[in-house]
């Protein structure tokens, strides 16, 4: 009987870890995007979890086995995972804006592509940086932050024990409002610099009326702005490596906040 109990305890710390860890991965940019096939999404959970499942203790409490303290048991387990990982995830919608912003002010706004991850159509300056904050996001180890929040959740909000208090609609909209000035930020170098070029098109075709402003203002803007991301990206990786070291601290508040009963 006692053996019994032990396996029954062992089976639901799988189950637990794992509903929470694939809710995470779910929303994690990239690797819970449908261009991921599913069975290595599933591969991952399931390793992930059986990683964690050893250091988080699950004393069995007989009402879980009822249809619907177990329904929304596992519901607010899952919910937990995209909670952390859609907080990850707003990294690349911000990038993405700002991409959309340069897009237009650079002419580029009918230049536009199916994106296979959100299915919708992409500036393809905006999926050009997309790609590229990819890439940093796993060479700053950004991944390896959501690890530890995920790890740091298992400490904090007990089995089946996540609350969702109005507190945490507050922190999630002050992460999308960062997100949000991130995106800005990483889009005013170009907004400026073209701004400064429709000025001067205009003077000039003022002075100059026989001068034709649309033709020759396309391609000055679309060189001046491709120059100024040029010569940015340095600065707009530096400003996204700070955004992801900074979201360790996002992830934590939220999961503490989780954690409150």
Do not use: C
């Not at 929303?27 to 959970?45: D, E, F, N, S």
């Not at 995830?89 to 580029?108: D, K, P």
């Not at 530096?238 to 009963?261: A, H, K, S």
């Amino acid at each position: 009987m006692l053996r019994f109990e032990l396996a029954l305890s062992e089976l639901w710390s799988f189950v637990f870890v794992l509903v929470r860890t694939a809710g995470i991965l779910l929303a994690l940019p990239i690797i819970g995007t449908q261009t991921v096939p599913v069975r290595i999404r599933v591969m991952i959970a399931v390793a992930l979890a059986l990683v964690f499942a050893p250091i988080v203790a699950v004393p069995v409490e007989p009402r879980w086995f009822q249809p619907a303290s177990l329904t929304v048991g596992l519901s607010a387990e899952l919910l937990i995972g995209l909670v952390l990982g859609l907080a990850t995830r707003l990294l690349l919608a911000a990038v993405e804006l700002a991409g959309s912003i340069m897009g237009l002010q650079l002419g580029f706004g009918v230049a536009v592509q199916l994106d296979p991850v959100s299915q919708v159509e992409t500036p393809v300056l905006g999926s050009f940086l997309v790609i590229l904050a990819s890439l940093l996001y796993f060479v700053v180890d950004g991944h390896h932050l959501v690890l530890l929040a995920l790890g740091a959740s298992f400490r904090l909000i007990p089995p089946f024990g996540g609350t969702f208090h109005p507190p945490l609609l507050t922190d999630t909209v002050a992460v999308l409002q960062e997100m949000f000035v991130l995106g800005m930020k990483l889009a005013i170098p170009v907004v400026v610099v073209t701004f400064l070029v429709y000025v001067l098109l205009g003077i000039l075709g003022r002075v100059m009326p026989q001068m034709n402003v649309l033709f020759t203002g396309f391609p000055l803007t679309i060189g001046i702005g491709l120059t100024v991301i040029g010569f940015g990206l340095p600065l707009f990786a530096l400003l996204f490596q700070q955004t992801v070291l900074g979201l360790e601290e996002v992830l934590v508040g939220l999961v503490e906040e989780m954690g409150r009963g």
